[in-house]
C-alpha cells in the first residue's frame, strides 16, 4: 500500500468563509523537524486566507502552507483567517509527534535484509513506501562498515557514496569464507532536519 504524500498533514479543506470543514479529519498529526503541508481546496478563494499559531511557524508557498511546530509543543492550534477582515473562518487542533524512526537503506535492500549485488550505489536514510512521509530531509554525514571477516578495519568515509574500497573488503571477505554470507553492519551520523546529528546502526547481509 503506498500513500501519497506531502506529508502527514497534506490536508485538503472544502470552506467557504461561513464555514469550514476538514476533508480528512483524521490526519491531526504533524511532526517535529519536517515541512507539515498543509492544502486548502478553496479555488481562488484560498488567496484571501491566512493560516496562524501560536504554536508553530506556518508560510504560504505557491502551492500550500509549510507547518513546522516549535520545538517544545505538545499540541498546537491553527487558526484560519480572512486577511482582509481578520475574521476567524477555521480553527484545527494537531498533536506533535517526532518522525518516526528512519530506516537506513543500502541501494534499495533496506537494513536487515542482504545485499544481494555490490555496487557503487548510495546509503539512505528515510522511511519505506508503507509511510506517509514524502522526503523527511536526512542526510549520511559519514559512515564505517565494520565485519568480523573484514582483514582489516574500513577507514570512516564521508558522505553517504558506497567506495569501491568497501566493496573490494567485503568481495574479499566471502571469498575467504568460502563463498558463505557475511555477515556486516554500517555505522552511520546522520543530520535530519533539526540540525542534529544521530548515531544510527544498520545489519546486512552478503
Known amino acids: 500500500m503506498k500513500i501519497v504524500i506531502s ?4 490536508l485538503i479543506c472544502h470552506f467557504s468563509f461561513s464555514q469550514v470543514a476538514l476533508g480528512f ?5 504533524v511532526y517535529r523537524g519536517y515541512d507539515n503541508k498543509i492544502k486548502i481546496g478553496a479555488g481562488a478563494e484560498t488567496a484571501f486566507l491566512d493560516l496562524e499559531s501560536d504554536q508553530a511557524q506556518i508560510y504560504r508557498t505557491d502551492s500550500c502552507f509549510i507547518l513546522k511546530p516549535h520545538a517544545s509543543a505538545k499540541n498546537i492550534t491553527v ?7 481578520k475574521n476567524v473562518v477555521g480553527t484545527w487542533q494537531f498533536r ?7 530506516t537506513v537503506f543500502w541501494g534499495v535492500s533496506p537494513a536487515g535484509s542482504p545485499v544481494v549485488t555490490l555496487d557503487k550505489v548510495n546509503l539512505r536514510v528515510g ?3 508503507t509511510l506517509i512521509l514524502e ?6 554525514v559519514n559512515y564505517q562498515v565494520n565485519s568480523p571477516l573484514i582483514a582489516a578495519p574500513l577507514p570512516l568515509i564521508t558522505g553517504g557514496a ?6 573490494d573488503a567485503l568481495t574479499k571477505a566471502k571469498t575467504a569464507n568460502k563463498g558463505k554470507p557475511v555477515d556486516f553492519n554500517v555505522t552511520l551520523q546522520v543530520k535530519g ?14
Open 7 to 10: 506529508l502527514i498533514t497534506c
Open 127 to 129: 522511511y519505506d513506501e
Open 193 to 206: 532536519r533539526d540540525g542534529l546529528i544521530r548515531k544510527m546502526t544498520a545489519e546486512y547481509t552478503y
Open 96 to 102: 506533535v509527534l517526532n518522525l518516526p524512526v528512519p
Open 25 to 29: 479529519p483524521e490526519y491531526n498529526v
Open 162 to 167: 558506497i567506495t569501491q574500497e568497501v566493496l
Open 79 to 85: 487558526i484560519a483567517r480572512n486577511f482582509k477582515d
Open 135 to 140: 522526503n523527511p530531509g536526512f542526510e549520511v
